[in-house]
């Protein structure tokens, strides 16, 4: 580790050791979801509906049942009944009851003894459909006459009038709006659109349940949180959380789309029918783009009063978004709040609408509501910065919320970084480069809140001094290192005598998800704590041996010693030395720690984008990508470095290629990622990233989750640089080549 690494003190925190799962992985020898079976396991398969909308009127699976190695088949009839709210949206998802809801939606499941005879038996399923009037955007589902998904779904918050689709409503804000507009030298407003998106995470779900005649289960799964898994799955089958254990397997990538369950709970059905027999089920990439969670598509107005030395006066947006046929699945309680989180406005006034439509069940992906609020807010911005004149940069300067301010969806901020990130971005010399013909830049920021939740750690002391530490949040991306980072920090002890596992859910108490960057921030925090636990009961050993008083016993460099001259000269006694003997003085020593992890630090971004717009084919080339965000403190320098590149790297593919299409009759129409076009190598520059900390004080070690916030701004930031390459605004995604070829020629016949 070079020295040139190690900040503020520390001897670990701050470096970049070799990861810990690294050999594993590369080497092939790490465990994914679909790497896991089990003697006498059999394979299943799902129907699903090939309508966007339509009654189930029969399900004849006799002619799958004749197929000889075919055990089982579930329809939701074999699922308990009397479900509510969440738990029946859940259960509605895993499989259809009296109507299928979207292109894709499960209607049965199959299992049998090889993966080609359940695909066959799949298709020997007959379903009888009526097919139903169907529609899968968002302002054509608000409209009258437009078909009604689900009657009476709508609660309380939804203004009379609005159209059943309309399901949910929420406002908020605070001073006067329309003395603020007043105010202004300028008051612009806009419409922007977003399409959904996929997490587009290379691993398909995959799970291995085992139900036994005593009604306890087992679940091998590929999640970013298993306890949720396992409370979801009791909720869909009707029996208690308690008689499920779910353990993770390695997972290649979530980004918020494996917090939830899609198939999960069919593999113990399918289980409990075949007689207890372990059933696997893995997810085709054609399902998992039809039948699981994108993130909402939306449609935004956005209305910003500003003064001509570009003071924003007023704030006004309002959202429609849709995050399929269920109830609850669009951001708008994420994505309201993240709207004017960048900025000090006097005046401010929120309101959205969730709405359904025959699409799936939308999941969340990384910040989920923030890139759809940035790219409306951020890009009107940026619009009357250029209106007036104005360096996008000192604008968001100007009017940047700091320590001390009323964020805009109510808390009073703590110490935050965005200052220090618009000021790293201007003086990076990429915004100095002179551009070239066809060439612009754009600047945007963005915001996510972090999360901390229920959290639970246990950690041990070995016999030789080392450590082990269990953790109920997947790594996803690496935690491992982080965690084992800080507890080394802690204890005094080298970074490779730390082992933290992943453990199951019979381990620990409950876990949330590795998901609102939490995991290093959370487990990371509880980690500190029973490592301190840990050496509070070292030293007690130590005073112990030494016939002195605890309190007089300090811990020092992975050793008790002597608080003081007066406390008795005795050599430090080592972490190895009191492992050793430990079972003679007392027996093990371990720490632990429990807790709904608050002392979260908001996280902000600001990003640089230049392109160039072939004007023939309007195909956008990103020549360069920078990366400014607060980290707090950069536990592992390259992990945080990594989770900026990711969140821009997906970003570009929201902003310039990915979307779903769905044709006439509401079928997905890119199913595989030859057609669903996420960002390859070559078409992304070498990102650079400038790490900012500026310390969190709710953290022992200052941290900010850092996993989200990157995907925030990279949506209206090649916006801006798409206009002022072409002349031509954009306000709707993903703005592809035949999109921004388009925009070319009306601006030019203009």
């Known amino acids: 580790m070079a020295k040139d690494e190690i900040t503020k003190g520390y001897r670990l925190v701050g470096t970049r050791p070799n990861r810990p799962d690294g050999l594993d992985k590369v080497t092939g020898r790490a465990r994914y979801g679909a790497d896991f079976s089990l003697p006498g396991m059999l394979w299943a398969a799902v129907v699903r509906s090939p309508h966007a909308h339509a ?45 299928a809801l979207y292109d894709g939606h499960a209607v049965a499941a199959v299992a049998a003894t090889s993966q080609l005879l359940a695909q066959d038996a799949a298709r020997l399923i007959e379903v009888e459909y009526e097919v139903l009037p169907h529609v899968t955007d968002v302002d054509e589902a608000m409209k009258p006459g437009a078909p009604v998904i689900r009657e009476g779904a709508a609660d309380y918050s939804v203004p009379e009038g609005m159209h059943p689709n309309v399901v949910r409503h929420m406002e908020f804000g605070h001073g006067d709006v329309e003395a603020g507009f007043a105010a202004a030298d300028i008051v612009r407003e806009g419409t922007y659109k977003t399409e959904a998106t996929h997490q587009g995470y290379i691993e398909p779900h995959a799970c291995v349940g085992q139900m036994g005649e005593d009604g306890r289960g087992e679940m091998w799964v590929c999640t970013q949180g298993h306890w949720y898994i396992r409370r979801m799955s009791a909720a869909v089958l009707g029996i208690e959380a308690a008689n499920l254990r779910v353990t993770p397997s390695e997972i290649g990538g979530g980004f918020g789309g494996k917090t939830t369950i899609f198939m999960e709970p069919l593999t113990l059905a399918l289980s409990k029918k075949a007689g207890g027999r372990p059933v696997k089920l893995v997810m085709s990439r054609a399902e998992v783009l039809r039948a699981t969670g994108p993130t909402a598509s939306a449609s935004m107005d956005v209305k910003i009063g500003m003064k001509k030395d570009g003071t924003v006066t007023a704030g006004q947006v309002m959202f429609r978004m849709q995050g399929g046929a269920f109830v609850g699945m669009s951001p708008i309680g994420e994505a309201l709040p993240c709207a004017f989180a960048c900025y000090d406005i006097p005046a401010l006034k929120h309101e959205a609408v969730e709405v359904l439509a025959n699409r799936p069940k939308a999941a969340a992906y990384r910040a989920p509501g923030s890139p759809m609020a940035a790219f409306a807010v951020e890009s009107l911005m940026d619009e009357m910065c250029r209106e007036l004149h104005l360096d996008p940069i000192e604008v968001r300067l100007k009017n940047a919320a700091k320590e001390g301010t009323k964020s805009s969806y109510g808390p009073i901020y703590n110490r935050i970084g965005l200052v220090e990130t618009l000021e790293a971005a201007k003086a990076h010399p990429n915004y100095a480069i002179r551009l070239g013909p066809n060439q612009g830049r754009g600047v945007a920021s963005g915001f996510w809140f972090n999360h901390g939740g229920e959290t639970s750690v246990s950690l041990a002391i070995g016999e030789d001094g080392t450590v082990q530490v269990s953790i109920g949040t997947p790594d996803i991306g690496g935690s491992r290192a982080s965690i084992a980072l800080m507890t080394a920090e802690t204890i005094g002890i080298p970074y490779e005598n730390v082992r933290v596992n992943v453990v199951e859910t019979g381990a620990l108490g409950v876990n949330e998800p590795t998901h609102g960057s939490r995991a290093t921030f959370a487990s990371g925090k509880a980690a500190v704590e029973a490592a301190r636990q ?182 209206p930031a090649l916006a801006a640089a798409i206009a002022e390459a072409t002349g031509a605004r954009l306000r709707s995604l993903p703005m592809s080549p035949p999109k921004v070829l388009a925009a070319i020629k009306a601006k030019r016949q203009a």
């Open 55 to 99: 009654k189930i009127k029969r399900i004849d699976a006799s002619k799958a049942l004749a197929l000889d190695g075919v055990k089982a088949v579930v329809t939701r009839a074999d699922l308990p009944t009397g479900l509510e709210g969440e738990d029946l949206n859940l259960q509605e998802n895993t499989l259809a009851g009296e109507k």
């Open 534 to 715: 840990a050496i509070a009961e070292m030293c007690r050993r130590a005073a112990a041996e030494w016939e002195i008083e605890p309190e007089a016993v300090e811990w020092k460099d992975g050793a008790a010693q002597p608080a003081g001259p007066n406390a008795g000269k005795f050599p430090p006694m080592t972490i190895a030395e009191i492992g050793a003997k430990m079972g003679g003085t007392g027996g093990p020593i371990s720490g632990h720690h429990e807790t709904n992890a608050g002392g979260v630090g908001a996280s902000f971004g600001t990003h640089v984008v230049d392109v160039e717009v072939d004007p023939e084919t309007g195909r956008t080339t990103v020549l360069r990508y920078l990366v400014v965000q607060d980290a707090g403190t950069a536990i592992h320098p390259a992990y945080v470095e990594g989770q900026y590149q990711g969140g821009a790297a997906q970003g570009i593919g929201w902003a310039l290629n990915e979307e779903y299409v769905y044709g006439s009759d509401g079928r997905l129409q890119n199913t595989v990622f030859l057609d669903y076009r996420i960002p390859v190598a070559s078409d992304l520059p070498m990102i650079d990233t400038v790490i900012v900390e500026v310390p969190n004080p709710g953290h022992p070690y200052g941290v900010r989750g850092v996993g989200e916030t990157g995907i925030t701004p990279p949506l």
